[in-house]
């Protein structure tokens, strides 16, 4: 029986509302510093009780609002944030299209940031020679790639972040919006870098607001609503799951509304001033 790539059993994470998210330094003195103070820590699960299976070669395509624990499932599998409860296990490595300039640093130039980052993930020093110039021509930054970083646009960077990633030969391909950026030009070469990626084996967990990029790219979908897994089936069917889930909030914030317009009504109706009576008003 085939092993799954990617494992997720009864996975949850918490935030502390209003704090930093856990593990940074800088969160540790700040809670330090409310408990001495008596202030109170509301928790926020953006992720509980979640449980699936990847298997080697799936394109899983993560569906929900803004807020519903997506970014966050993608960091938990990358092994950048730590769970609180279950676990996530995954075989192999990741290729993370995840915040695709975070890495480089300013004061390095573009090769500098390639070696740099490719090393960081893995690749020996004969693979990124080897792999190099395919990086630059992808980014189109030959006349930029010995400029430092901090000297690039945001669009400059994002392309030679993406050149870089898809460049790692990492069984598994973690996407967050990655082919939101950019432009017309820039998007097409993407699709056709990933669609390439698919068709050698690799795994994908894909998060996108786009219906027709999860259609293209997916044939199973999971569909995370107010961080549960509401939905795992075929795209379509967590597609459809995502809609309803549209419509209900939708209907009820409508009928929210009217219930507030009803009570403004009301409570203007019983704050008029009552009409004064005049004495003698209405004596012949």
Same mark, same amino acid.
């Given at each position: ?7 997720? !059993? #009864? ?12 593990? +940074?330094?800088? #969160?540790?003195? %700040? ?17 509980? &009780? ?11 395509? @993560? @569906? ?12 938990? @599998? ?11 296990? !995954? ?22 940031? %390639? ?5 960081? &993930? ?5 693979? @990124? ?34 050149? %870089?990633?898809?460049?790692?030969? &990492? ?9 939101? %950026? ?15 990626? /698919? ?9 996108? &607001?786009?219906?027709?990029? /999860?259609?293209?790219?997916?044939? +199973?979908?999971?569909?995370? #609503? ?21 419509? !209900? ?9 009217? +219930? ?25």
């Amino acid at each position: 029986m085939e092993e799954p790539i990617i494992q997720a !059993r #009864d996975l949850g994470i918490c935030f502390a509302k209003g704090k930093q998210k856990k593990g +940074r330094v800088k #969160d540790l003195f %700040v809670r330090r510093a409310a408990n001495k103070q008596g202030a109170q820590q509301q928790d926020f699960w953006p992720l509980r &009780h979640v449980n699936f299976d990847i298997f080697p070669g799936d394109a899983v395509g @993560i @569906i929900g609002r803004n807020g519903t624990g997506k970014s966050t499932l993608l960091r938990l @599998i990358t092994g950048v944030l730590i769970p609180d409860e279950g676990y996530v296990r !995954r075989e192999g490595r990741v290729a993370p299209l995840i915040a695709l300039s975070a890495g480089f640093s300013g004061e390095l130039t573009g090769r500098e940031n %390639v070696n740099l980052v490719a090393a960081l &993930h893995g690749m020996t020093t004969k693979e @990124i020679k080897a792999k190099f110039d395919e990086i630059v021509d992808f980014s189109e930054l030959e006349d930029f790639i010995d400029t430092p970083v901090k000297y690039y646009s945001s669009g400059m960077k994002v392309r030679l972040g993406f050149g %870089v990633i898809t460049q790692l030969p &990492h069984p598994i391909l973690l996407v967050d919006e990655a082919l939101a %950026v950019g432009d017309a030009a820039f998007k097409r070469k993407c699709q056709q870098v990933i669609a390439g990626l /698919l068709k050698e084996g690799r795994t994908l967990v894909f998060v996108s &607001h786009s219906e027709g990029d /999860l259609k293209k790219y997916c044939e +199973r979908g999971i569909f995370l #609503d107010a961080g549960t897994l509401e939905t795992d089936g075929t795209v379509e069917e967590a597609l459809a799951s995502y809609k309803e889930a549209e419509a !209900r909030d939708a209907k009820a914030k409508e009928e929210r509304k009217a +219930r507030r317009a009803a009570a403004a009504a009301k409570a203007a109706e019983q704050a008029a001033p009552v009409p004064a009576l005049v004495p003698g008003a209405g004596e012949a």
